[in-house]
């Protein structure tokens, strides 16, 4: 039996989840740690989070110089091999994480990314290299 740091009730051990990184168990039973996963992955707190970043970025389109709403913005790798986790992970995860993105990508409208992944040579050549 295991007490939960959160709710204080003496649990069995099933009640934990297992750490993957070492040999060892969760502090907050299964349910106290999905409560509290639940509330920081919210649909309200990644928009916060990913207000900010955008903010932070320039808040218009790195090709077209459109200003959108926030959930019309993606986040493109300039080079695919930094790319380690997807974006939209990485934005509810720490500022390391979000500072590291800020540096390895560009801010693009949906639209814009689009057409950047469905064939590089669509994009007009005046755009090419118009954001370092």
């Known amino acids: ?21 070492h040999n060892s168990y969760r502090k907050e039973c299964k349910v106290c740690y999905n409560v509290r996963c639940s509330s920081y992955y919210s649909l309200e707190t990644r928009h916060l989070k990913k207000k900010k970043l955008v903010e932070e970025m320039g808040l218009v389109c790195s090709y077209c110089k459109g200003l959108f709403p926030v959930a019309a913005y993606d986040f493109h790798h300039l080079d695919p091999s ?19 993105l800020k540096e390895d990508c560009i801010l693009l409208c949906a639209n814009c990314h689009r057409i950047e992944h469905a ?6 050549e005046d755009w090419k290299g118009t954001v370092k």
């Open 82 to 100: 930094t790319k380690t986790r997807d974006p939209s992970k990485i934005i509810i995860g720490g500022q390391k994480g979000r500072d590291k």
């Open 1 to 21: 039996m295991t007490i939960c740091k959160d709710c204080k009730e003496d649990k069995p051990l099933s009640e934990f989840f297992k750490r993957t990184d």
């Open 119 to 124: 064939t590089y040579k669509l994009i007009p």
